[in-house]
């Protein structure tokens, strides 16, 4: 099993900044892929940015391109989600997978316009 803990969610103007953080535990050895998704109300979770932690590949939305940075720090099996330029349209629950099997519980990013 492994636990996903996603913490530094929040309320931001559009233009600001937000760090996401995701800490695993548990069996991290099988972790070889990890993610951020988010939804929205009345929408479909969507795949945000998406890393293998072997650190060869990543993936990134359209819609985030240029202005969110999904890193590791495999020493602290910690996953990040640095976002830039928020948009009020960035406004969802933030949620971190391991492997598409584990999900954290998510974190709220609110942001204003």
């Known amino acids: 099993q492994v636990q996903l803990q996603e913490s530094g969610g929040g309320s931001v103007q559009a233009g600001g900044s937000l760090r996401l953080s995701c800490a695993a535990s548990?069996?991290?050895?099988?972790?070889?892929?990890m993610g951020w998704f988010r939804q929205a109300p009345g929408k479909e979770r969507e795949e945000v940015a998406t890393?293998?932690?072997?650190?060869?590949?990543?993936y990134y939305a359209d819609s985030v391109k240029g202005r969110f940075t999904v890193s590791q720090d495999n020493a602290k099996n910690t996953l990040y989600l640095q976002m830039n330029s928020l948009k009020p349209e960035d406004t969802a629950m933030y949620y971190c997978?391991?492997?598409?099997?584990?999900w954290g519980q998510g974190t709220q990013v609110t942001v204003s316009s």
């Open positions: 890393i293998y932690t072997d650190g060869g590949v990543t």
């Open positions: 548990g069996y991290t050895y099988s972790i070889y892929y």
């Open positions: 997978a391991a492997n598409r099997n584990y």
